[in-house]
Every structure is written in C-alpha cells, then in structure tokens.
C-alpha cells in the first residue's frame, strides 16, 4: 500500500509476463483505457513485440494491437531483481499474475520478494498448485463445491480413474494418465517411466481421481468487491460469468478423432495421451443450466 500510494494515477500501466494469457490481459486493460506492458524472455518476444505490438493515433485512440510497450528479458525470472523492480515502480505498474508468472517466477519469490503492486490476492496464487496443502481441492471443500473423489492409492481403483502428476520433462505440463484397474495402472505407469513422461517421485504423489464422464466447461466467472455506485451499478450483482470455454489437449485430441479400432493399432509409445493443453475453444451452456452455474460461482 505505500509503493502504490506513491503512484500517478495518470500513468498507471498493466505489466504482464508475456505467456500464458498475457494478450488477454493486455485487451482487457486496453479496453479500461490503459496502457500495457509485457515482459519477455529473450526469444519468445516477437508475438508481442511485433504481431500485437499497439499503434495508437495522436489522440491515444487504439488503432491496432493490445501491447503498447515489451521489456526483453534474459529470463522470465529476471523480473525478480531489484533494477527491474525498481523501473516497474518508477512506471507506476500494477502487475497481473498470470499462470506463467507462478510457474516461471515461483509463488515463494513472488509472496516474499516481488515488491511490485499487484492485481488480486498474491496470498491466493498458492491454491494452484496441487501439491500444496491448501489447494485448490482444499478451497472447494471449504466452499462446499463438489469435485472428483480421491483415492487412497491404485489398489482402490475399481473403475476408471484419472491420475494426475505433472511431465517428468516438460515441468509445466501434465503427465495425467487414466485407468480402469490395478492391473492396468500399472502397465502404464510402467510403461511412462520407461518411456521418460513421468517420474516415480511424482508417480508416488499422484492424485487419483474417480473420472466424470460428460463434456468439460470451464466457467470463467469475475467478482468484483469495489463499490460500483459511482458508476451508476448500484443494483447490479458483483458477480458476473464472463465467458464459458474448453480445452485442446495433445495428443487426446487427436486421439478422439480416431475411430475406436484405429487406436487399437497405436504402437506402445502413441498408446497414452498426453494431456498438454495448447489451446481454448468457445463455448456456450444451455441456459435453464446457468443457474447452476451461477450457484458455482457463488
């Protein structure tokens, strides 16, 4: 609260770490009429830097693109040390932890070092991650949500399961794996070792979940706690749905748009999809549904 007592409101800039869904962050901040700035890590700039950079016209009206500013880092933890932190204050920043800012930065460094003002709860970036004792599995116990039952260990599985650890090499991206059985946990578990996906360190403190079979929505919900009276809202709710989408998964799915008989003939090392998330489609729910939904986001 002092750092960001001390900033011109007039100047105020959105920093991001550019990965993950920093151009959403970036639209949205434009569309709130404010400037954006993303950080790179050197090689992984040109999408921002020159696809979406922003051309504005003399009177700062938004002609094209959502970036207006991009700072070239060596790495994306960089933006921990003291000189960038300082030049991210002297812009008067509030910074948007996205997924890759946990992932890249860790949530120790960003609670205990990152002395830059943020947007949201940094005490709530820990919940994402779960191995932590307070997780997210423990936020929708506590909030009364319903959500996969989870098994003591393979020797329970008694119908089909989906184990969750993260890639043995690819740290960021999961090593999820489903099976019906003891039996068959432990042919794949096997054979993902061998193969190098996954690790028996990580295998040993997987979480097994009872699998849902329906379609997947993931319900994009924002709650806002700021008085929205000076703005003529007064009467509308603070909670609003914003979007509702899914997931592109590889290599599931591409496994999905095979016929059954054709997966049969994978060889060993096609056989598991992997459930590396590269993209989100639109959706939309049936709306005698919202209501549910809107008792989730409650």
């Not at 962050?25 to 979406?52: F, H, I, N, W």
């Not at 950079?53 to 094209?64: G, I, S, Y």
């Not at 690819?170 to 190098?196: C, D």
């Not at 809202?233 to 590889?250: M, N, V």
Request: with cysteine.
């Amino acid at each position: 609260q002092n750092i960001v007592s001390g900033y011109d409101r007039d100047k105020i800039k959105i920093g991001v770490i550019a990965s993950h869904s920093a151009l959403d962050v970036c639209d949205g901040a434009m569309k709130e009429g404010l400037s954006t700035l993303a950080v790179c890590q050197r090689g992984r700039e040109r999408t921002y830097e020159k696809y979406y950079r922003c051309f504005r016209a003399p009177d700062r009206k938004v002609l094209r693109g959502v970036v207006d500013e991009t700072w070239v880092l060596p790495k994306y933890s960089d933006v921990l040390e003291n000189n960038w932190q300082e030049k991210l204050r002297a812009e008067n920043v509030l910074f948007v932890p996205n997924r890759s800012f946990t992932s890249y930065c860790g949530i120790d460094s960003i609670e205990d070092d990152f002395r830059v003002p943020m947007v949201g709860s940094r005490n709530l970036l820990r919940t994402e991650e779960r191995s932590e004792k307070k997780s997210y599995y423990w936020l929708l116990e506590k909030a009364g949500l319903p959500y996969p039952e989870k098994l003591d260990g393979p020797e329970d599985i008694d119908e089909l399961v989906i184990v969750k650890l993260p890639h043995a090499r690819k740290r960021l991206e999961r090593g999820f794996f489903s099976a019906a059985s003891t039996n068959e946990y432990e042919e794949k578990s096997s054979e993902l070792l061998r193969q190098g996906v996954i690790t028996e360190e990580d295998l040993v403190a997987a979480r097994i979940e009872r699998y849902i079979i329906g379609p997947v929505f993931n319900l994009d919900f924002f709650y806002s706690p700021l008085n929205m009276t000076s703005i003529g809202l007064a009467d509308a709710d603070p909670l609003e749905l914003l979007g509702i989408d899914w997931r592109f998964e590889t290599s599931l799915d591409g496994h999905v748009r095979l016929p059954a008989p054709q997966q049969l003939t994978l060889a060993p090392q096609q056989i598991t999809p992997e459930y590396t998330v590269c993209g989100h489609n639109a959706a939309t729910l049936r709306e005698s549904l919202l209501e549910r939904a809107f008792d989730l986001g409650e």
